[in-house]
Structures are given as C-alpha cells and as structure tokens.
C-alpha cells in the first residue's frame, strides 16, 4: 500500500497516563493509505495496544506490538485484510515473546491489541485482550468486541452476573494477550448485536460503514471508569472528535484516573463534494 498525507475518514486520537503516577504503557498508531499506484481505493488503519508488565516492560511490549502490527499492514496490499491481520499480530506476538525470553529485565510482559481497519467503506476488526472497539450508529452504541478475561468468560459459563463484572477482583485477569509462550487466537467477531452468536459475529467482518457512524477504541483505563451509556452521551454531545475524545479521557481521570487512558476515535463523513470526486482518490489523499 501506499501512504498518504490524509485519511478519508475523520480521527482523533489522545493518551494520558493518568492520576497516579505510572508510567504511560498504552500505545496507539493510525495510519493512512491507498492500496497502490493503480488502485486508489483508500484505507484507514488503526491499532491501540496496552502494555502487560511491570519495570516499564508493559510500554516496551505495546511498543513492539503497534510497530509490528503497523509496520505488517502498511507493507501488504491490503487485498485480505484478516488474513493480514491475522499474521501481523502473530508476528507481533512472537517479537514480544523472543524479547521477554531473551531479557530478564522484560521477562513475562506481554500487550492486548484492537486494530479497526477501513478500506473504503467496509470495517474490519480484530482484537486479543480487552482494549476494546465500540460502535455509534443512529445515537446508540454497541460494543463490536469480547474481552477476553477471567469475568468475560465467568459471566458467559452464569458463574457471575454482568453487573458483578465491575469490581470484581478478577476483572484485569487476561486470558489472551500478545507475548505468550502459544500464540493467541486472533478474535474477528464484530459484534453488531448482543444477539448474535460467535459465526454470526465473524461473518461481519467487512461491514458497510454509513455517513456519521462512530468508531471508538480504547484502553481499559477509560471502561474502568466510565460505562458505556456514559461514552455515548459524551460523544454524542461533543462539537468535535477531538472534543470527544478530550472529555472522555478527562471523564476518566476525574474518577481517580487509575490507569493509563488511550481513545481513537473515528468518524465517517458525508460523500465527497463532486469536485473532489472528479479530482481523484489518489490527488486528492496525497494532497495533490
């Protein structure tokens, strides 16, 4: 693929360590392209990982885990996106497991990844962990993605209900995450319905997007303190996605703040004016 100097969809991105001290250890990229010289078909792609691992290992792995994660998925040709996806965080994976085994310093740490990838109008998702990827469409929000945690799984087995979920002391216990000794399974369940079923979910992936949906991934550092009725009125009565993404983080740190907080938040916009149709996808994302 090739980069370009805009994307043809609308971003903002913010991340704050947050109130009490520690290192930042979330890690983000957004990246913008069109699939070739002769295809000027445009894509946006976008990765959020959060670090695992004390003595700032957590910060190295999630470093490792976007620069790999990125670095694959700007080098394909974007024809497939899941399959790209799919090898890209193995590779990812596999980078942070040989650097936890090779130093003792980063011995154990690992990252959770959630990549949206749009090219033209059509989503793509995958996820390991529980950084996660919510929707907006029509004022309402779903969360497309499934934690991959202890809770997550006690909730789906009725060992817990799912307003036992917050607060409970098993709640940052990952099941899946980048860096472990067997690679991880890639999730590509996109969840347009909590009535859906996991084949259901999968066979979602490259969905039509429409004018004036909302795309939010986030660290668990904003789900910790803000629910997701909350995330949607904040987006919703927002003047910008910058402002958006601006009171999200703040409405974290105002409950005490106590993780880092990253969010990327995605916009779809109206159709092109006609005289930027007429200039060309590829003119017009070069910034020609």
Known sequence: MIRTQRAHVHVAALSHPGMTGKNNEDRFAVLSHVLG??????????????????????????DLAVNHISEAVSNSDGRDPRAILEDAIHAASNAIAHHSASDNDHHGMGATCACVWIV?????IAFVGDSRIYFLRGGKIQQLTTDHT?????VEK???KPEDVRGHPNVHVIRRYLGSVKLPEVDFRLKLSDSENSIQSSKNQGAPLQPHDVLLLCSDGLTDMVYADEIQQIILEADSLKT??????????????????????????KPRPVEEKKKGWMDWLLGE
């Open 120 to 124: 033209a109008d059509k989503l793509y």
């Open 244 to 269: 958006a993404a601006q009171n999200l983080v703040a409405k974290a740190n105002e409950r005490g703040g106590h993780d880092n907080t990253t969010v990327i938040l995605i916009s779809i916009p």
């Open 150 to 154: 202890w809770v997550q799984e006690a």
């Open 37 to 62: 010289k002769d295809d000027p078909t445009p894509s946006l792609f976008a990765v959020l990982c959060d670090g695992i691992g004390g003595h700032r290992s957590g910060e190295v792995a999630a």
């Open 158 to 160: 009725n060992l817990i």
